[in-house]
């Protein structure tokens, strides 16, 4: 098959992940006529639901990618897989994005100097790779967040120091793994634009997304965000300039920090597939980010991303479940008719682990925020 000929259903498309976000892309393929293969190693994988194959093995066990090598294309749910695995099935098979642009968002040290070289800015920040690096220079960056370099999220991995002994203590802490040394900033408030990209003549954005946190996980993302047209207009072309910048190929979303009463704006991270901030997508866009997905691994270019009503999604935490694992009320939720639920399917719930999430609608941002914090009250 020549690179850029499109794939069509019934093709079989493959996925590195079987959580959420693969049950989300495979729903969505599946709905467009797709066939789907998902590899994961995890028996109750929640993807595994609405894939047609599930590869139940190690995302590096060999037979296993080369069974996901003879996928029309393949992509990922998440950052953390093998960039050498994506290397390997890149030369048999489409795989978008590439696993250059995964290995960037594998690292904050590549991530942060990989943003900067697209003419974009950070935080002011220093890597911190061994205690060596902990200098009187150091002090420019406190107090600061001490963030390890690889597999953070959702908060995890992070300390925050206020003095050069707390750095010390941190960074042993966190194992004396790679890190970097993060200056507070004066944080007014964090947004996140979806790029869905084929290539520099076919590329579409989302609106960006506001979010709020809760104990370092997100919990709300209001779009359209609170801010003016010109912010959110600025923070549309910084992530579309650094897509660029990447060549990147696929759905990436970038998240943004709000800084100061001039509300500047500071690239936070990427992530190199669709996000949490971007479910609301699925009931409130023309086109979501999942189908985005589908389409530009196959070659096709984006779809309308129009947002069709202002919306609130919440997320819903394990932290809802009962002791004994029942699960909360979902009467007024369903009985909203704004209010939409999606659950994940996971088998077990836990302390902070994604369970689902719902969206609701309204007529302006606001009262959406109000009324997803109301009925998330009533779970």
């Known amino acids: 098959m020549k690179p850029n000929t499109p794939i069509l259903p019934p093709a079989m498309l493959g996925i590195l992940g079987g959580g959420q976000l693969g049950r989300m892309f495979a729903a969505a393929a599946k709905t467009m006529g797709y066939r789907v293969t998902v590899l994961d190693p995890d028996p109750a994988a929640p993807a595994a639901e609405f894939a047609d194959r599930h590869l139940c093995a190690p995302f590096d066990d060999a037979a296993a990618l080369d ?58 920040y220093q890597a911190v790779c061994t205690p060596e690096d902990i200098t009187a220079a150091s002090a420019a960056f406190l107090p600061g967040i001490l963030k390890t370099a690889t597999l953070g999220y959702d908060g995890k991995g992070q300390i925050r120091v206020q003095t050069p002994d707390e750095l010390k203590t941190a960074f042993a802490g966190l194992g004396g793994v790679e890190c970097v040394l993060e200056k507070t900033v004066d944080l ?61 190929s696929g759905v990436l979303a970038v998240e ?34 999942f189908q985005q997905q589908v389409r530009i691994m196959c070659g096709l270019p984006p779809a309308d991303t129009r947002l069709l009503s202002p919306c609130c999604m919440a997320n819903i935490l394990g932290d ?60």
């Open 67 to 124: 069974e996901l090598a003879r996928c029309a294309a393949v992509t990922t749910e998440f950052e953390n897989v093998s960039a050498d695995a994506m290397r390997f099935l890149a030369r048999h098979t489409r795989v978008s994005p590439s696993a250059d642009c995964v290995a960037v968002a594998q690292n904050r040290i590549l991530e942060k100097a990989r943003i900067r070289e697209a003419g974009l800015q950070t935080a002011p």
């Open 320 to 379: 809802v479940w009962k002791d004994d694992g029942r699960g909360p009320d979902w009467l007024p939720l369903q009985s909203d008719a704004r209010a939409h639920l999606h659950l994940y399917g996971k088998k077990a719930a836990r302390k902070g682990r994604k369970m689902g999430h719902f969206v609701v609608f309204a007529d302006d941002a606001q009262t959406a925020l109000d009324k997803a914090q109301k009925l998330h009250g009533l779970l």
């Open 256 to 289: 943004i920090f709000v800084v100061g009463d001039t509300h500047e704006l500071l690239v936070n991270e990427i992530a190199p597939r669709p996000h949490n901030s971007g479910h609301h997508t699925i009931d409130a866009c023309a086109a979501d980010q």
């Open 188 to 248: 007014r408030g964090e947004i996140s634009v979806v790029v869905c990209r084929l290539d520099s003549a076919n590329v579409q954005t989302f609106d960006p997304a506001e979010n709020i946190h809760e104990n370092g996980i997100l919990a709300y993302s209001v779009v359209p965000a609170r801010l003016n047209a010109e912010i959110q207009q600025k923070a549309r072309q910084m992530a579309v300039r650094l897509a660029d910048a990447l060549d990147y």
